[in-house]
Antibody, heavy 123, light 107 residues
């Protein structure tokens, strides 16, 4: 069974850092691009970051550029999101998502989502 | 950035009804359009990709159509488990963008 399990969320003060992890299983992790998407409770979905299967191509939303860094460890079947200089507006449920197309970072949809990990930025 | 606009934002429907949700992109995205269903407290679930391709395991009561800038999601014979929020998303270019969501409620 394909599964994505996020962890690392919690309550953090503004300006501090947090690292999210996403553990993948049930598929060949190093063949797929991966993404992070967030959702403020009760609101819509916002793409945060994406990374190609080999980490050669990385993208971030303007709202997090320069503060967040996506990375992956294919040997550990894991995806990460390093979040620095956190702001109150970063408070959200963070999902990791697998793309549906083999090998491509471009023009591939999200077919599997994890259950999310909640990040709350507050003093 | 490509803006995705869904309509309506919410709708009330009865069990057995057929409902249609529309999604408009601010520029042409070919058929790089996906639809997701999200129930309260749950992660989004992929229903449709490439505008009209049904994700494996998704019942055929869900269908998608469109290309370019205008797309629709149709749900036939609405059942209690279909009451949820539905999102469209373009994957033509970065940043990936989503519609604001359409909440389908029981009348």
């Amino acid at each position: 069974e394909v599964q994505l399990v996020e962890s690392g969320g919690g309550l953090v003060q503004p300006g501090r850092s947090l690292r999210l992890s996403c553990a993948a299983s049930g598929f060949t992790f190093d063949e797929y691009a991966m993404h992070w998407v967030r959702q403020v409770p009760g609101k819509g979905l916002e793409w945060v970051s994406g990374i190609s299967w080999n980490s050669d191509t990385i993208g971030h939303a303007d709202s997090v550029k320069g503060r967040f860094t996506i990375s992956r460890d294919n040997a550990k079947n894991s995806l990460y999101l390093q979040m620095n200089s956190l702001k109150a507006e970063d408070t959200a449920l963070y999902y990791c998502a697998k793309v549906g197309g083999l090998g491509s970072y471009y023009n591939t949809d999200f077919d599997i989502w994890g259950q999310g990990t909640m990040v709350t930025v507050s003093s | 950035d490509i803006q995705m606009t869904q309509s309506p934002s919410s709708l009330s429907a009865s069990v057995g009804d057929r409902v249609t949700i529309t999604c408009r992109a601010s520029q042409g995205i070919n058929n790089y359009l996906a639809w997701f269903q999200q129930k309260p407290g749950k992660a989004p679930k992929s229903l449709i990709y490439a505008a009209s391709s049904l994700r494996s395991g998704v019942p055929s009561k869900f269908s998608g159509s469109g290309s370019g800038t205008d797309f629709t999601l149709t749900i036939t014979s609405l059942q209690p488990e279909d009451f949820a929020t539905y999102y469209c998303q373009q994957y033509h270019s970065y940043p990936r963008t989503f519609g604001q969501g359409t909440k389908v409620e029981i009348k």
